[in-house]
């Protein structure tokens, strides 16, 4: 993971410094980050200083959190009258249904229950609200065993005894399958300012696919190689295969579904996941500390059912770097290099009127496209550009 930070950091000859030297940029980590806007330090950031991270990105990373703030915004839009919280003639949102249904354990325990009885015969997936990776992940069909874990020291599939606040989702039991396997979006938003809102999706994202074909037997619903597509726990299998990682690019993900289901179902659902998206970005946006100097890439986890329709499964602050396969690697490192070419525009030294991570004026920058410009109307991406060089910047 460091190898895709330094080295593109290293081409545009920028020089690593320690956090005493007067630095430019910092790749900070979600924990430093909390300690860099911790009051007690009374560290402030300087004009051409930038971080990598809004002070409290967690409002929209934090699982718990991110479902909290999508149910106050949809509150907020349906007393607002807003079009955005229209409803169908069965009362479901026409944009704003963009996660399964959803409870916070322990707390909605009670509203939990009485839903279950409601509909005995559904399948719940249960998420740690502060892990990734997969890690604490289980499906569950019967009370009991919600009670079990409640009761327990020791979670399924652990070997230490934790104890986290969990969330418990529907399980969309009707994933569009490829091959016969499950497979759910990683793609990549960044987001240089949240008020205006500001966000340029990546075009490179990719499709993360189970090794084993997908199963709603319920004597299946313990094995993981099924149910989760994270990398973490596919690389484990068997079968996994290291020359692809058991990933296919979003562009391949397109052709397959315009062969299989036609252009304008793919279009729509193209442009579903866009509005999945900005509306998830929208629910945080009030909350959200608007930090001139923070800029952040987000690693945005999105499911297709079979109806093409895309449900957000998780919002990443830090999605993992780490390359599994050349392929990878590129991917990666063009990302990385498309972010600073926003973030740090070619005159932004230079121009003493360009201060913070929100500079730029184009609507396409290597990879990446607009998604979303509250200071200005629609308009045609512009001509791609090559980003240069930056010689002397300051990194740690």
């Known amino acids: 993971e460091k190898y895709v930070i330094t080295s593109n950091f290293e081409k545009r000859q920028w020089q690593r410094c320690s956090s005493d ?3 430019n940029i910092y790749w900070a980590s979600v924990w430093t980050v909390k300690q860099i806007f911790n009051p007690e330090t009374g560290q402030r950031l300087a004009d051409y200083q930038l971080l990598n991270h809004f002070p409290n990105h967690y409002e929209l990373t934090r699982k718990d959190l991110m479902v909290k703030n999508i149910k106050r915004y949809r509150r907020e839009m349906e007393k607002e009258n807003n079009a955005v919280a229209e409803k169908d003639e069965h009362g479901n949102y026409l944009h704003l249904d963009i996660i399964p249904q959803t409870y916070n354990l322990p707390g909605d325990y009670s509203l939990f229950v009485e839903e279950f009885k409601r509909n005995p015969n559904t399948t719940w997936i249960m998420k740690p609200n502060g892990k990734s990776q997969g890690k604490g992940i289980f499906l569950v069909n019967k009370i009991s065993q919600i009670k079990k874990w409640a009761n327990s020291s020791k979670l399924p599939f ?4 934790v104890k986290d606040a969990y969330i418990i989702s529907r399980y969309v039991d009707n994933p569009l399958l490829i091959g016969g396997k499950k497979f759910d979006l990683r793609l990549y938003v960044l987001v240089t300012s949240f008020r205006p809102l500001k ?6 994202g990719f499709c993360r696919f189970c090794n084993e074909k997908y ?7 313990d094995n993981m190689f099924i149910h ?3 990398v973490a726990i596919q690389k484990h299998s068997a079968v996994y295969n290291e020359k692809h990682g058991g990933k296919w690019s979003l562009q391949s993900l397109r052709f397959y579904l315009e062969s299989t289901r036609g252009k304008q179902a793919t279009d729509r659902c193209f442009n579903d996941m866009n509005n999945v998206i900005i509306q998830s970005m929208k629910a945080c946006q009030s909350v959200m500390i608007n930090d001139k100097h923070c ?5 945005y986890d999105i499911l297709i059912d079979d109806n093409l329709k895309p449900w957000l499964i998780e919002v990443n602050a830090s999605p993992s770097l780490t390359t599994t396969s050349e392929k990878d690697r590129i991917l990666k490192s063009q990302l990385l290099r498309d972010v600073f070419a926003i973030v740090v525009p070619e005159d932004w030294m230079d121009d003493k009127g360009k201060q913070g991570a929100n500079t730029c004026a184009e609507s396409s920058v290597g990879f990446f496209d607009i998604l979303i410009d509250e200071n200005r109307e629609p308009e045609k991406p512009t001509q791609k550009r090559q980003p240069r060089k930056l010689n002397g910047k300051l990194w740690r």
Do not use: H, K
């Open 215 to 221: 199963s709603s037997d319920m004597g299946e619903i």
């Open 295 to 299: 800029f952040e890439c987000y690693g």
């Open 158 to 161: 652990q070997s230490v005894a």
């Open 228 to 230: 989760l597509t994270n």
């Open 199 to 204: 966000a340029y999706l990546f075009r490179m």
């Open 21 to 23: 030297d007067d630095w």
